[in-house]
Nanobody
Framework: QVQLMESGGGLVQPGGSLRLSCAAA????????MGWYRQAPGKQRELVAE???????NYADSVKGRFTISRDNAKNTVYLQMNSLKPEDTAVYYC?????????WGQGTQVTVSS
């Protein structure tokens, strides 16, 4: 069974940076896209950033210019570099690998931005 293992979350002060990683363990179907989502308390899960198989990227307006998504296809790994973090970025962040058959989700990693 495919597992997506996330790491890199934690507590950071406003203006700080974090780098999230998500790696697939085990065999996985061809990946169409990789993405990062987040869910804050009392809110719906929302798309933060996505990178397609062709390398194009999409970002939520709230993170444009601050977050960067990247990937290492050979390692089946996706990254999210988060800079200039704000308290409103506080959420549980989930990675997702989209395949032709179905999506795979990570377990989530907590990101807390607070002074």
């Amino acid at each position: 069974q495919v597992q997506l293992m996330e790491s890199g979350g934690g507590l950071v002060q406003p203006g700080g940076s974090l780098r999230l990683s998500c790696a697939a363990a085990g065999s996985i179907f061809k990946i169409n896209a990789m993405g990062w989502y987040r869910q804050a308390p009392g809110k719906q899960r929302e798309l933060v950033a996505e990178i397609t198989s062709g390398g194009s990227t999409n970002y939520a307006d709230s993170v444009k210019g601050r977050f960067t998504i990247s990937r290492d296809n050979a390692k089946n790994t996706v990254y999210l570099q988060m800079n200039s973090l704000k308290p409103e970025d506080t959420a549980v962040y989930y990675c997702r690998f989209d395949t032709w058959i179905k999506p795979y989700w990570g377990q989530g990693t907590q990101v807390t931005v607070s002074s």
